[in-house]
């Protein structure tokens, strides 16, 4: 039972605010406990909101950006001393657990350098080989390369790596009557009339390529001002004040808009925000302090920004994307024609907020959108316990958006119930069956499902290779037990590990809809770490019955589907026939 815990969050505010479920589930579970959060300068004043903290700890790398008084940067030397007594100072607390929420390189030498006993998460061992414990946050590990298969918000995958209970816990950051005071000040007149509506709009955004354009925001802007009788308040920082007046440039009625960006300190934020009936916003840290707040958002996902994965975290938000094939952006792409921006128009994105402040729900009726490269997804607490972005749209889907259906039950039967039995969830089969026929057109469904009925021999042959892992790592447990481990015998294992191996990852690189197994397989494989041979082939193994699990798990859910659709073998079986090339023809 842990005493002392250290919980590492050093990248964004909003992965911060993401990570308050798992400190709620942290606190509930070791009430006794300690929790120390260890985060960047660059929120550390917004950490103070953070609920069920003991006490927080600020790393200051961004000091060393400032020039001196003689206009000179500080030294690498100075830099070094800043580490090491930072380190020297987390190390004298004795902390006996720590979750680190990021991948950052920094943060594994942080971490062994700490010597914490038990760690969730990335780090590195003695050689300086990535490790990852939990195997949650294993997943985490590969989902950046496997996006556009993943069906779980990043909240989920950061509370499940703290063994939460799914939908036990939601956002969390402290607010009271202070931030109501603070917003009354700074929104002056457009306060006095509590029934007025107000909609708040977060324009700016991290990335330039992930906002929408301002003539967009500008026309929204008239909409709401007009169709609704509404108040607009801009939000943002100070860079994005340029953002801000272009927009109320573009609109008729700049009356009705009050400018705040870069004015609004934290508490005033909050209270705004809570005055807020919307927000319309980019994918942005703003966001989810709305979530937290449980102020209705109006979510604008462009370029990286993925709505499954960054979404706003509670019930009853909306969010639009364009549903086009780049769209997400891989991580690291620089787009020079960002098309996706263009695919959301303003109109639509009024005709749906309309309709919520006039009937309380987000599904039009009878009403025909501009767009028909858009999706438009609601919040909702699926049948499992988790977020789930439920389309409003329906659409005939594309093979990747049924995976990413498998996928969710597959890591939830694999990870959560940590390598289970062979036993069939039938209910669970069954709800992720009837959710497929509600969320996407019924028509051209089954030509989907025929499709991806052809990659039954993939996983089988991904099966089947594992099998074989598993066959020499127990030959090699057994001749450590006989005591017959021999250099040659040692050597030939080896080399036949390393060849099952390269056949696993050629397999996941050729077949994108297998990646996901292969490359936890892979991230598992990384953990193998020490001297004993016995122990090594049995850890070894256990790698090897995982992956056979997950994919006879994966056949499992996919037959149950396509049974649920009428589909059986010999039908996909005559498509991918029908398909194979037919000497001189």
Known sequence: MPKNILIMSLTRMGDLIQSTPLISSLRKRYPEAKITLLVSSDFAEFAKRANHIDEIIVFNLRQFNQKGEKG?????????????????????????????????????LMIHYLKIPEVVGFHCNRSGDRKTDHSWLQYFGIEPFNRLYNPFNLADIYMLSGDGEPGSEELSIAHGPDDALAAVEILGDINHDREELIIGIQAGSSLEGRRWSVEAFSTLGDLICSRLNARIVLLGVASESEIASKIVEGMEHKDKVLDLTGKTSITQLIGVLKRCNYLVTNDTGTMHIAAALKVPIIGLFFAHAHPHETGPFGEGHIMFQARIHCAPCSYGVSCNDIVCVQKVPPQDVFAYIENHVQKGNWKLDNVQVMSNEMNVFESVFDYDGLINFKPLLKNVPTNMEI???FYRQLWLDSLIKKFRSDEVNRDSLKKLSDSIREDFQVDGLRDVILEIGEDFNLFRELRSIARSGIKFSSRLSESVIKNQVTADKLKAFASSIEEIDEK??????????????????????????????????????????????????????????????????????????????????
């Not at 991230?523 to 995982?546: H, S």
């Open 72 to 108: 000179e940067l500080k030294s690498w030397v100075e830099v070094y001393r800043y580490l090491e007594d930072f380190l020297k100072t987390l190390s004298d607390r004795g902390f006996d657990k720590v979750y680190n929420l990021s991948h950052s390189k920094l943060s594994a």
């Open 403 to 405: 995976y990413s259906r």
């Open 504 to 585: 696993i990852d050629r397999l996941g690189m050729t077949h994108p809809q297998i990646k996901p197994i292969s490359d936890i397989f892979d991230k598992r494989k990384e953990n193998l770490d020490g001297d004993d041979v016995g122990l090594l082939a049995k850890e070894t193994q256990i790698c090897y019955e995982k992956l056979e699990y997950e994919c006879k798990r994966m056949v499992e859910i996919m037959e149950s589907v396509f049974k649920a659709f009428n589909v059986c073998r010999e039908d996909y079986a005559e498509v991918s026939s029908s398909k194979a090339a037919v000497p001189a023809k």
